[in-house]
């Protein structure tokens, strides 16, 4: 079977997996956030906090209760890697110094999981699963909770009241992410991916030299890693790694993993606002723009245009053997249009075409499909735009769901959607201005400025995959790279809540014969265009110094 045929079985599989569970999937997280029900042991950590499960919140109060658990969060996770040393099972391994703890805090609870470090040989296991895979799991959770609170924006009408934060955290954290982790961690052990606590295992090499093989409890950060589109590996390889990626099948299963929240929140959206069309427009928006990606990036690795690609016949650099170009490339699509950022290739030795689409995938806002929760309330965000311009053109108000959009929703849409070119544009244009950046990068020309363009595209965006090739230890890019991840969380979150306040204070109105249908085909090509004419408008001389040029070169 040729590398082909195989790539294309794979994608096969990968379709029909995420179909099988599109419906039982959504409509189980849209009865986790609707139920009027707790479990018991909800109730009791309710008790423990505090909180009255029972009372709901405005916009303002829940957008506090998730500014302020995540400033918590900082706060912590940068505590436990200062004083790593006095832990148990930190295994000889130092504090961590300030700058690098600061980036790594902010990188793990903006659910960005960027890593300028040698995970194995800087982190415990007590920093990894205390810290890191915590917030994997509540990282994630935020995500879906703001993703909810605006799809109740939607269905509610004439109330100020969009749920309970500390809820709809607990609920995810419970009902979804903990228990489907746990037996997704259990099917990657099968599959061969390890799971010990042990600090490393000794082998002895064919000429007989001794060397220590780092281990970790890698399965259950692997499965939540994915599953809550966190990517922050336990090794430096990620999911390169043979010991959190072995074989084809972990792969398969991997990218199934970081692609089902994002995809099945279009049915729970649907299901929740009583027409579970609109839910089908936005995952056929969300599947064109994947489709297509992945088709461009397999054809630029499979038909190189370098000397040294062409002679080799294809663009293997930077891939595992084990795993092949199309694996790779379907790994690489998928982690760029979620938040994931987990890679099993180096994403830095992609062709021009390649790279280009990995790093356009992160521009275009990250909605093919998708963070968990981000992803939903992302291609909202540009579903709203794109009937604002249709309204423009016909001369309507126009409308969205029942819910007129005017000024203030607009104004919302409008700051979710440009806070990340923002972004990108001035860290990465401060960046390349400055001297001292020509010796972070290994590459020079076009590739040097993807480097840098690519980096601050990934915090922006909460991504966390990386051109390797641009050094980021530096003080100045760890600051700049924490402060555009946490701008590009929270900024776009307060927004989406704003908007979502304001959608539920009005009534919902009937459709009329001037109102655009938002659930057929014509309001998807209408999304979609709106999608990429403004990551072109916004990206496009970015993109032609960088990726372009070195894919036309």
Request: hydrophobic share 50%; net charge neutral.
């Amino acid at each position: 079977m040729n590398d082909t045929v195989a790539g294309l079985l794979q994608v096969t599989a990968l379709l029909l997996l995420l179909l099988l569970v599109y419906k039982p999937l959504g409509d189980y997280m849209a009865r986790i956030y609707t139920s009027e029900k707790h479990w018991r042991v909800e109730r009791w950590l309710y008790r423990i906090v505090r909180v009255d499960p029972s009372t709901e919140q405005r916009w303002t109060t829940y957008a506090a209760g998730v500014l302020g658990f995540s400033f918590v969060s900082v706060v912590l996770l940068y505590l436990l890697q200062r004083l790593q040393p006095l832990l148990p099972l930190a295994f000889g391994h130092d504090a961590v110094d300030p700058a690098t703890a600061f980036n790594t805090a902010v990188s793990f609870v903006t659910n960005t999981n960027w890593q300028s470090y040698v995970p194995e040989s800087v982190l415990g296991d007590t920093v990894q699963m205390a810290g890191l895979t915590v917030q994997n799991i509540v990282s994630a959770a935020v995500g879906i909770a703001v993703a909810i609170a605006l799809v109740r924006g939607f269905a509610r009408s004439a109330t100020d009241r969009l749920g309970n934060f500390w809820v709809d955290l607990t609920r995810g954290v419970i009902r979804l992410l903990l228990p489907f982790g746990f037996v997704a961690a259990i099917v990657l052990v099968a599959t061969g991916v390890v799971m010990s606590l042990r600090s490393g295992v000794d082998i002895t090499a064919v000429d007989g030299t001794q060397h220590t093989l780092p281990l970790f409890g890698a399965a259950s950060q692997e499965s939540v890693k994915e599953f809550g589109t966190n990517g922050g590996g336990i090794f430096n390889a990620n999911s390169a790694h043979p010991f959190e990626n072995p074989n084809a099948l972990s792969n398969l299963l991997e990218i199934f993993l970081l692609l089902v929240i994002p995809v099945c929140l279009t049915r729970t959206f649907g299901t929740m606002v009583r027409n579970t069309r609109q839910g089908t427009v936005l995952v056929a928006v969300m599947g064109a723009i994947w489709a297509v990606f992945l088709a461009v990036a397999w054809l630029s690795e499979t038909h190189p245009n370098g000397p040294a690609t062409l002679a080799a016949g294809a663009a293997m650099e930077g891939k595992e053997v084990r795993l092949g170009i199309p694996a790779s490339v379907l790994f690489g699509v998928s982690t760029t249009g979620t938040s994931t950022g987990a890679i099993n290739s180096w994403h830095d030795s992609y062709s021009g075409g390649a790279g280009g689409i990995t790093l356009l995938n992160m521009l275009l806002g990250e909605v093919a499909p998708g963070g968990v929760g981000a992803g939903l309330y992302g291609i909202l965000v540009m579903a709203i735009i794109a009937v604002f311009l249709a309204g423009l053109m016909v001369g309507r108000t126009p409308e969205y769901l029942g819910k007129k959009l005017g000024r203030v929703q607009v104004t919302a849409a409008s700051i979710a959607m440009l806070t990340m070119p923002a972004l990108v544009l001035l860290g990465a244009g401060l960046a390349i201005a400055l001297p001292d950046t020509v010796s972070a990068m290994t590459n020079d020309g076009a590739h040097g400025f993807s480097e840098v363009l690519y980096a601050y595209a990934s915090a922006a965006n909460n991504n966390g995959s990386a051109f390797g090739g641009l050094t980021v230890t530096s003080d100045f890019f760890q600051t700049t790279l924490g402060i555009a991840m946490l701008f590009g969380r929270f900024v776009p979150i307060l927004a989406v809540l704003a908007l979502a306040g304001s959608l539920a204070k009005q009534r919902s109105v009937k459709a009329g014969a001037g109102t655009l249908p938002t659930d057929g085909a014509l309001f998807g090509v209408l999304v979609t265009g709106t999608v990429l004419l403004v990551a072109a408008l916004t990206f496009f001389p970015a993109l032609a110094l960088g990726p372009i040029a070195e894919a036309l070169s």
